[in-house]
């Protein structure tokens, strides 16, 4: 799968143009979902030095993007002339979501389940009305001593 994954504000908390604290366990679910043979791509508005300390930050903590603002690492952008392009991805992981920003917990359980946010939620719900369907029918033993 191919992941689009943007940086302020989803990996790092919002500073721009200085780099914010990691947003908890953003470098670890990029680290899986590497190991799990996705490809990632760091989507950005960053340019120049400041991508590149975005990069930079990221490949120190043990984390190399598939390709940087753009769909391979091959790609030409000398032709591009500087517009804004979509790149080509299966899922787009960013702040600015429809909902906002899951927990790096989830976007990982999404991902690696092929689950959508509503099947998340589902199992949730589910899970919650189970365990209260449990409580209110569970019988309680009797003990055999009368005190």
């Not at 199992?123 to 309680?140: G, I, P, T």
């Amino acid at each position: 799968m191919i992941i689009a994954v943007d940086f302020d504000g989803t990996i790092v908390e919002h500073r721009y143009p200085e780099i914010g604290k990691e947003i908890p366990f953003a470098i670890d679910t990029l680290k899986m979902l590497i190991k799990d043979h996705h490809r990632v791509i760091l989507w950005s508005v960053r340019e120049g030095k400041l991508l590149e300390d975005a990069v930079n930050w990221c490949k120190e903590r043990g984390v190399e993007f598939y390709a940087v603002n753009r769909d391979y690492p091959e790609e030409s952008t000398e032709n591009n002339q500087h517009f804004s392009r979509k790149l080509k991805a299966d899922v787009w992981i960013d702040d600015r979501n429809l909902g906002g920003l899951p927990d790096w917990g989830t976007i990982y359980r999404m991902i690696s389940r092929h689950k959508t946010w509503n099947d998340i939620i589902d199992e949730e719900v589910s899970h919650y009305r189970m365990d209260a369907y449990e409580d209110r029918h569970s019988k309680k033993k009797k003990s055999w001593w009368p005190f």
